[in-house]
């Protein structure tokens, strides 16, 4: 059964605008998702943008926004396949629990300009 849909969009020149600020990243970001995409660039700006715009469609999906939650809880980290998963950490995990949710499947795009995801939360 689902439990709540959420979807977003992002802006790339947002992420472009955070990149010249020091520290933001690391304010919005779960260190493991800034290792893998920092390295990669532009394309990694692409990837950030995909993975903020997860985090907001969480929030969606859990019907509650983020209110209480730290980004940093919610990580998105591409299986061995690339197959995008979320991992809740904290008082992320501790909301998907209450809600009664046990599965969540996320999907991410981006081109150029634009980042968006959409994330379904399921009850088992």
């Known amino acids: 059964m689902i439990l709540g849909i959420g979807i977003d969009v992002v802006h790339v020149y947002r992420l472009k605008r955070?990149?010249?600020i020091?520290?933001?990243f690391q304010r919005?970001?779960?260190d493991d998702e800034?290792?893998?995409?920092?390295?990669k660039g532009e394309a990694g700006i692409l990837s950030l943008a995909a993975r903020f715009a997860a985090k907001e469609a969480f929030g969606k999906a859990l019907g509650t926004g983020l209110h209480g939650l730290s980004l940093k809880e919610i990580a998105v980290m591409n299986d061995e396949l690339g197959k995008p998963q979320l991992h809740l950490y904290g008082r992320a995990q501790e909301s998907?629990?209450?809600l009664g949710g046990k599965n969540v499947f996320i999907s991410l795009s981006h081109e150029r300009d634009n980042?968006?995801?959409v994330v379904v939360i399921e009850r088992d």
């Open 96 to 98: 998907l629990e209450r």
């Open 34 to 39: 800034l290792r893998v995409a920092l390295p």
């Open 18 to 20: 955070w990149e010249k």
């Open 28 to 30: 919005f970001f779960h």
């Open 115 to 117: 980042a968006l995801a």
């Open 22 to 24: 020091p520290g933001l």
